[in-house]
């Protein structure tokens, strides 16, 4: 018998008989705008979990040290147990989304450097942006972990590029976050997938990814799948 240790709006998270590990279920439900718009599409959670699992699987090869052990089914993946530490961090190649509006600039623009950007995760607050200042000075990081976060964000980053480019696909911008382990070590976890990414098709700059649910462009799991597909195909 596993118990409910927590559910959020794409996963839940169960107990498992070690206590080290979670099992990892990954639900349908699709959700924008902090919660607002809601749908449920019957293959997401497998296409999800079948993508972060590959995704993690390779980040491990190039050693990246991650939550992910193993994929037990369609839907489900056993992780390591870790808490989480409360930053959505995105790294952005390519001016899209909150960038664009927040700062008047066009979608696309491709940017001088990768912007390391941090939000203070909280739902009720709307997810605030923050800078590195305000992660140490409110305790949620030390100065030292927020520099390993930086680095292997960015390392993370160009991983994710040179995977994405060979499935003909630009990584614009991304979300992940980091979890801590009992020994204290900072790992990667939650989840990488088009629900957390931006992913254009290079050329035609087409979207495959959560872009197409955000703004009711259709073919949302139709693109998943391509995604899927490209990268365990080509
Ligand atoms: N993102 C995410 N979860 C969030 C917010 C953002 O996975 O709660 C991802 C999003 O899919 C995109 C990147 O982080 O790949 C940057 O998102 P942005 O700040 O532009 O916000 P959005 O326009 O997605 O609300």
């Given at each position: 018998m596993m118990n409910l240790l927590y559910e959020g709006k794409a996963k839940q998270l169960y107990s498992c008989e070690e206590p080290d590990k979670v099992y990892v279920h990954y639900k349908n439900s699709a959700t924008a705008f902090n919660g607002i718009k809601k749908e449920e599409f019957e293959k997401k959670g497998v296409l999800n979990n079948t993508i972060t699992s590959l995704i993690f699987n390779y980040l491990e090869n190039a050693g990246v040290r991650t939550h992910f052990i193993e994929k037990v089914n369609d839907t489900d993946q056993i992780c390591q147990h870790v808490t989480i530490i409360p930053l959505e961090v995105i790294i952005r190649n390519i001016v899209a989304g909150s960038m664009a509006k927040k700062y008047g600039l066009p979608e696309g623009q491709v940017l001088a450097k990768p912007v390391f950007e941090l939000s203070y995760k909280n739902d009720a607050l709307g997810d605030p942006l923050i800078n590195d200042d305000h992660a140490v000075a409110l305790h949620i990081v030390t100065e030292d972990e927020l520099a390993f976060i930086k680095f292997q964000a960015l390392r993370i980053n160009m991983l994710l590029q040179e995977f994405f480019l060979k499935a003909n696909?630009?990584?614009?911008d991304f979300k992940i976050e980091f979890g801590k382990t009992k020994n204290n070590q900072i790992i990667l976890a939650d989840e990488i997938s088009p629900d957390t990414c931006r992913l254009w098709e290079v050329g035609t700059q087409e979207k495959f990814d959560k872009d197409r649910f955000r703004r009711d462009l259709g073919g949302v799991m139709e693109a998943y799948e391509e995604v899927l597909r490209r990268l365990t195909h080509e």
């Open positions: 696909l630009t990584l614009v």
